[in-house]
T-cell receptor, first 112, second 111 residues
Framework: QQQVKQSPQSLIVQKGGISIINCAYE??????FPWYQQFPGKGPALLIA?????SEKKEGRFTISFNKSAKQFSLHIMDSQPGDSATYFC???????????FGPGTRLSVLP | DVKVTQSSRYLVKRTGEKVFLECVQD?????MFWYRQDPGLGLRLIYF???????EKGDIPEGYSVSREKKERFSLILESASTNQTSMYLC??????????FGQGTRLTVV
């Protein structure tokens, strides 16, 4: 129940295209859903996050869509750029603990 | 800016050695975490701490211990390093109910 599933494992997108990464969870106690971006040789950095009381959050080219009833959330990267090439992790935190559970990651490559 | 600093970027240790990985955060965060990152497995929680001298086991605590004597410092200890502990180790910190901030990682190789 503590798992967060993430797909696809890898994704190749042309410059200007839309990148979509999907995550799903089982634990209804999760109350905070961040997305992290990691470049090679660096630690993950927070990209965007959402709480389950909203269905969508947009920051620039990055949008999280959240479906509470389906227990699914996704990251959309509009107008994908080569500089977006990185590994993306979805995560979830429960409302009684303080630790985060991470998905296995998606390696995104944006072709110029 | 929040800064989480891990003492080493790269470490090479011999099997059986005792290994210390140090992490310091400068934002007075209550929570600190140690994760292990392996290809295809994502980030797996080893231990976390929500207060000084407090610790909780994560998903993969076997072969590891931790120490948190001061609020800003969280140490990961490999009591007797083994080759299957070769990995990237990530430290993170967070305030209550906020996102986690990560250090740059320590790539440990056990030979």
């Amino acid at each position: 129940q503590q798992q967060v599933k993430q797909s696809p494992q890898s994704l190749i997108v042309q410059k200007g295209g839309i990148s979509i990464i999907n995550c799903a969870y089982e634990n209804t106690a999760f109350d905070y859903f961040p997305w992290y971006q990691q470049f090679p040789g660096k630690g993950p950095a927070l990209l965007i996050a959402i709480r389950p009381d909203v269905s969508e959050k947009k920051e620039g080219r990055f949008t999280i869509s959240f479906n509470k009833s389906a227990k699914q959330f996704s990251l959309h990267i509009m107008d994908s750029q080569p500089g977006d090439s990185a590994t993306y992790f979805c995560a979830a935190r429960n409302n009684y603990g303080q630790n985060f559970v991470f998905g296995p990651g998606t390696r995104l490559s944006v072709l110029p | 800016d929040v800064k989480v600093t891990q003492s080493s970027r790269y470490l090479v240790k011999r099997t059986g050695e005792k290994v210390f990985l140090e992490c310091v955060q400068d934002m007075d965060h209550e929570n600190m975490f140690w994760y292990r990152q392996d290809p295809g497995l994502g980030l797996r929680l080893i231990y976390f701490s929500y207060d000084v001298k407090m610790k909780e086991k994560g998903d993969i605590p076997e072969g590891y211990s931790v120490s948190r004597e001061k609020k800003e410092r969280f140490s990961l200890i490999l009591e007797s390093a083994s080759t299957n502990q070769t990995s990237m180790y990530l430290c993170a910190s967070s305030a209550y109910s906020t996102e986690a901030f990560f250090g740059q990682g320590t790539r440990l190789t056990v030979v």
